[in-house]
């Protein structure tokens, strides 16, 4: 079955400084990939998909993602991490089947 | 705001009860999904649906029933509440309901099971 993991359950970062969160997806084609972010009491905001083509992908708020098909990943990168970006970040990826399966997600705290 | 409604935003109910969440898609879109939260389960698929017809379905309990209505609108029926069903459940639609599709959420609903 496909399965999505995020290696990191809380990342700290302080602002201004770089992101990275992982993603490892494990699955026999090229899976339709996403990343959602969800802040506090809210429900989950699509910043980015890559369904083919080019590997890097740009999404909304500054964010990126890219697919590196020989390790199985999708990690988001931001350049420039701002407090507003606090939240959880979550991973998924669409199945034949139609479900989308989540990732456990990543908390992100952001230092002053 | 993603176009999708959830009612009601909060609910409190005692075990053994029945329970009743409703969802409204974003207009244009034919599909609705219904996922779990919890702090230990994490995000989890339950069932999808799509122009009134049952496509996927996750890991939803027996307890557990779902519907879509001709007006597209979709409704969790949850039944013999346990306190492990206390958690967020989130509604969310996508136009076509395929692996491609992003999906929209709603703000959730948050079930507390006393």
């Known amino acids: 079955a496909q399965s999505v993991t995020q290696p990191d359950i809380h990342i700290t970062v302080s602002e201004g400084a770089s992101l990275e969160l992982r993603c490892n997806y494990s699955?026999?084609?090229?899976?339709?990939l996403f990343w959602y972010v969800q802040s506090p009491g809210q429900g989950l905001q699509l910043l980015l998909k890559?369904?083919?083509?080019?590997?890097l992908v740009q999404g909304i708020k500054g964010f990126e993602a890219e697919f590196k098909r020989s390790q199985s990943s999708f990690n988001l990168r931001k350049p420039s991490v701002h407090w507003s970006d606090a939240a959880e970040y979550f991973c998924?990826?669409?199945?034949?089947?139609?479900?989308?399966?989540f990732g456990a997600g990543t908390r992100l705290t952001v230092k002053p | 705001d993603s176009g999708v409604t959830q009612t009601p935003k909060h609910l409190i109910t005692a075990t053994g009860q029945r329970v009743t969440l409703r969802c409204s898609p974003r207009?244009?879109?034919?599909?609705v999904y219904w996922y779990q939260q919890s702090l230990d389960q994490g995000l989890q698929f339950l069932i999808q649906?799509?122009?009134?017809?049952?496509?996927a379905k996750g890991n939803i309990l027996e307890r557990f029933s779902a519907q879509q209505f001709p007006d597209l609108h979709s409704e969790l029926n949850l039944s013999s509440l346990e306190l492990g069903d206390s958690a967020l459940y989130f509604c969310?639609?996508?136009?076509?309901?395929?692996?491609?599709?992003?999906?929209?959420f709603g703000n959730g609903t948050r079930l507390t099971v006393t």
């Open positions: 969310a639609s996508s136009v076509t309901g395929t692996p491609n599709s992003p999906l929209h």
């Open positions: 699955y026999g084609a090229t899976p339709y």
């Open positions: 890559y369904f083919s083509g080019d590997t």
């Open positions: 998924a990826v669409g199945e034949v089947n139609n479900d989308m399966r």
């Open positions: 207009s244009g879109d034919l599909s």
């Open positions: 649906y799509y122009n009134g017809e049952e496509r």
